[in-house]
Antibody, heavy 115, light 107 residues
Framework: QVQLQESGPGLVKTSETLSLTCGVSGYSIGRGAYWAWIRRAPGKGLEWIGSIYHTGSTYYNPSLESRLKITIDTSKNQFSLNLSSVTAADTAVYYC????????WGQGTLVTVSS | DIQLTQSPSFLSASVGDRVTITCRASEDISSYLAWYQQKPGKVPKFLIYAASTVQSGVPSRFSGSGSGTEFTLTVSSLQPEDFATYYCQQLSNYPYSFGQGTTLDIK
């Protein structure tokens, strides 16, 4: 059974960098597949943040691209999200998922951006 | 970028009802469409891919149809556990996008 688990700080200060990692078990990410980050802000719907292929090729939401970096570490079977210069608008539950489509999801982690 | 518009945004229905949610794409996405269900405080659940293929383990009362720019998700006989928010998502082109969601609640 494929399982994903997000980890990282639950509170980030305004203008700093949000960093999350998604650990994957039950599937070797080096085998293939796309891996994605998705978020849901309070009172809003799901928003695709970006995806990474096992080779390292990345695909980003243009609205976040200038602040976004997604990386993959096949040796640790995990992938990561870095979102810089965060504001309150980045407060959301962040999910990692196996794409395409998104068949397995992590439990989600709430990240609050506050000064 | 491809925009997805779901209708209605809110839907009240009763147990046993048949309900249909529509998802319209701003351009032709062939059958590159998926549907998800999300309950409050829970993780989204993957329901349907390729517009009409029901994911393993999903009850047969869920079905999807459509291609091109218009798609539907139908629940043939609503059960209490089906009251949730439903999202469509296009996988035709990056950037991927979701519809705004349809909240289905109990009448």
């Amino acid at each position: 059974q494929v399982q994903l688990q997000e980890s990282g700080p639950g509170l980030v200060k305004t203008s700093e960098t949000l960093s999350l990692t998604c650990g994957v078990s039950g599937y070797s990410i080096g085998r293939g597949a796309y891996w994605a980050w998705i978020r849901r802000a309070p009172g809003k719907g799901l928003e695709w943040i970006g995806s990474i292929y096992h080779t390292g090729s990345t695909y980003y939401n243009p609205s976040l691209e200038s602040r976004l970096k997604i990386t993959i570490d096949t040796s640790k079977n995990q992938f990561s999200l870095n979102l810089s210069s965060v504001t309150a608008a980045d407060t959301a539950v962040y999910y990692c998922s196996r794409g395409d489509p998104f068949d397995y999801w992590g439990q989600g982690t709430l990240v609050t951006v506050s000064s | 970028d491809i925009q997805l518009t779901q209708s209605p945004s809110f839907l009240s229905a009763s147990v046993g009802d048949r309900v249909t949610i529509t998802c319209r794409a701003s351009e032709d996405i062939s059958s590159y469409l998926a549907w998800y269900q999300q309950k409050p405080g829970k993780v989204p659940k993957f329901l349907i891919y390729a517009a009409s293929t029901v994911q393993s383990g999903v009850p047969s009362r869920f079905s999807g149809s459509g291609s091109g720019t218009e798609f539907t998700l139908t629940v043939s006989s609503l059960q209490p556990e089906d009251f949730a928010t439903y999202y469509c998502q296009q996988l035709s082109n990056y950037p991927y996008s979701f519809g705004q969601g349809t909240t289905l609640d109990i009448k």
